[in-house]
């Protein structure tokens, strides 16, 4: 049974860095690709960052390009996203994802196979 947990959100003033952490269980990180997704009340999910099967290759959306990092740890089966120059337009519920099928997978989120729950991160200004 596969599981992510995602973590670390919170209530951060406009400026202010996060870490989300994302725990994986049934499934083996450096199998999979991942991404972040975040979504904000009212709005559709919407992609954020991805990292390669093997954590060579990354890329964002434009809007948190230069402020956020992914990144994933195989060995503590665990992805991050770093998130540094928080803005009010940031907040939203944040979700990880995995996909086996692709190196890197892209920015729709019907091409991943796996979700964690979500973590609430609220920037504040």
């Known amino acids: 049974q596969v599981q992510l947990v995602e973590s670390g959100g919170t209530l951060v003033q ?3 860095s ?3 952490s994302c725990a994986a269980s049934g499934v083996t990180f ?3 690709a991942m991404g972040w ?4 009340p009212g ?3 919407e992609f954020v960052a991805a990292i390669s099967r093997g954590g060579d290759s990354t890329y964002y959306t434009d809007s948190v390009k230069g402020r956020f990092t992914i990144s994933k740890n195989d060995a ?3 992805g991050y996203l770093q998130m540094n120059s928080l803005k009010p337009e ?3 519920a944040y979700y990880c994802a995995v996909d086996s099928r692709a190196y890197l997978t892209g920015t729709s989120p019907t091409l991943y ?3 964690g729950q979500g973590t609430q991160v609220t920037v504040s200004s």
Request: without cysteine.
């Open 37 to 40: 997704f975040r979504q904000a």
């Open 76 to 78: 503590k089966n665990t």
């Open 113 to 115: 196979e796996y979700w």
């Open 43 to 45: 709005k559709e999910r």
């Open 18 to 20: 996060l870490r989300l």
């Open 30 to 32: 450096s199998r999979n």
């Open 14 to 16: 406009a400026g202010g």
């Open 90 to 92: 940031d907040t939203a």
